[in-house]
């Protein structure tokens, strides 16, 4: 078994000792990595169970070689061969891993004890993998890959130990978005700070990280909430969770209708408006939704940087506006501790997984 | 002279009510606006001296006429009187304009006074606008368009009465990029009140925007002010202003140069670090540059969201990330401001305009 090469001494926090090629790149934007079980000091292994590639990555794949299986998981191989690392050369993307910690570096700062059962919250397109069985166990027609090999954790990689007290699939569907209540619990605390409870708005509040937000910006101590879905079925599945005060239907791509919708359902503007919706053009609405002086909190990767700019200097809206950043100490064990303290959250993502 | 009709109430504060084409559309958004002179009772109207094209809009138009002066100004005609604003229809974008204040509706908050002298600060591309004089005086060859017209400003307009102490070119160019200062200053002042001077680091720093916000940093009471810049030519213009206590030179699209060229000048990393660099890619290098618990704040229209949002996850950076906001109240002041107390930063201005 490898061990720790005591002759080394620490690695590059963020990875860039790892990174082959080309010299001096970020671990993401490398074309190859370093992925020899073999470790520095400050470094955590993993002995991988399972993959899951990111959505667009699979579709891709999928989509190029005409949902040919054998052919899917041939190119998935080739990739972690070729890059040291599962990251998709077209989508840049790359997905998460389940595994059992495998050793830890004497430096480590993570916390990790050998025997745990982890996810990684780092992306798959920066983390060094070798996978050793050939993939046979996997199918070829999902995102889930069964799995065996090694990854690699840097001194700043995120990943968090899998709770006992659920299912795989339900910690990793809330891990995936748990940045969002972690960031909206602290922006509204911001205001609490202040003097201030504020009147905060998720638009999107019935999907996974629009549902949490709801749920952390009410525990954070927010004096009403308002989801904003655009259908009335999601509208049916959101108040029988309770999870907020107020419900709105509206387009969030119409501007006009999205500030109406949410000055209706408040009686005023949002002080936080909290954007969970992945489509393109919600910019503009959320930010004539909130309130001068208030927060705008973009989460969706649909969203455009300059639209937001443009949009809140062509309203005079003096808005703050955040881009979503999805790390924030802390903010696994809170999202895993709001959907333990809520059935009605827990069930909605049980749906949502099961729809899926 | 056509005035206020008596009979309207008033329009809506965003200028929905001047929108014609499609319905419930913003004005930034619609493919054609109603402009005509006649005033809703919150408006302002403009007579119009002078249209600055927006410079990708102008490069545009140029190419596509094969630098033809008298087939880009019919063209300009053309769009104004199709679309009733100058809205490029390829680049989306506008420019400003100047002009003298020619009607104040009783309603309007804007607090402008009949025969003020002012600049535009919200986007052509959503400001109702006539052309009277054919463009006659415009030679077709540049950005700056000699006209006779009126504009329209509603009720959330942005204007800025010109100074009579300064040239309007150089009013101009400070005036577009006077969000940047203000920001800064305001997110140096959070960390004022609670009890922390900050080190700012300008990504950008001998640039418009850059050196107003280093500028600005200053002012409102930074610790220490670090300008970080490509090449040495611009160190040595830099360093002649005496705007910042360090200079660096750093290729800020390489994140582990910058943030490696930030950490030696500063002997820490940034608290604040404001991008200002108009090139893609400097996202990472930002955000590495951030102390945790620091902020970014990107001005660049180069930025790309996902990349931020992307780029702090993956290197477990607790950083508040903004989206550059060009409004804030009182912003036009303290930039003009901040040019009229420091002589060494009205010359870099001065400069830049007969450099450009």
């Known amino acids: 078994m490898p061990t720790v ?51 667009a990555s699979f579709r891709q794949l999928a989509t190029k070689h005409a949902d040919d299986p054998e052919a899917v998981r041939a190119e998935v191989l080739a990739i972690i061969e070729a890059r040291g690392k599962m990251q998709n050369p077209v989508t840049g993307s790359g997905g998460m891993l389940i595994g059992v910690v495998d050793e830890v570096g004497p430096h480590s700062p993570l916390g990790l004890t050998v025997g745990d059962r982890v996810a990684t919250l780092v992306s798959l397109s920066l983390t060094p993998l070798q996978i050793t069985d050939g993939l046979l166990r996997w199918d070829g027609r999902s995102e889930q890959v069964p799995a065996a090999g090694s990854a690699v ?134 930010i004539l939704s909130t309130a001068d002086g208030g927060t705008v909190i973009f989460f969706s990767m649909a969203t455009s940087f300059s639209a937001a700019a443009l949009g809140a200097e062509g309203v005079a809206a003096d808005v703050t506006m955040l881009v979503g950043n999805g790390y924030l100490p802390g903010h696994a064990q809170l999202a895993l501790d709001l959907l333990r303290a809520d059935d009605a959250l827990r069930t909605l993502f049980e749906r949502r997984l099961a729809a899926d």
């Open 5 to 55: 090469d005591d002759d080394r001494s620490d690695g590059s926090p963020i990875g860039l000792h790892r990174v082959v090629d080309p010299p001096g790149a970020l671990p993401q934007a490398a074309a190859r990595l370093d992925a020899s079980p073999e470790m520095w000091p400050d470094e955590v292994r993993i002995s991988v169970e399972r993959l899951n590639l990111d959505a």
């Open 153 to 286: 954790l840097f001194a700043r990689s995120i990943a968090a130990v899998l709770p006992d007290d659920l299912p795989d699939e339900l910690s990793m569907a809330v891990l995936d978005v748990c940045g969002a209540p972690a960031l909206t619990a602290r922006v509204v605390q911001g205001y609490l700070d202040r003097g201030h409870a504020p009147a905060v708005a998720v638009i999107g509040g019935a999907g996974k990280s629009g549902s949490m937000s709801l749920a952390a910006a009410r525990r954070a101590g927010a004096r009403r909430t308002l989801g904003v879905v655009p259908v009335q079925h999601e509208a049916d599945v959101l108040r029988e969770t309770r999870l907020c005060d107020e419900i709105a239907l509206a387009d969030a791509r119409n501007p006009v209708a999205l500030a109406a919708a949410v000055e209706a359902a408040l009686g005023t503007r949002a002080d936080i408006t909290v954007v969970c919706v992945d489509v393109p053009g919600c910019e503009h609405g959320s």
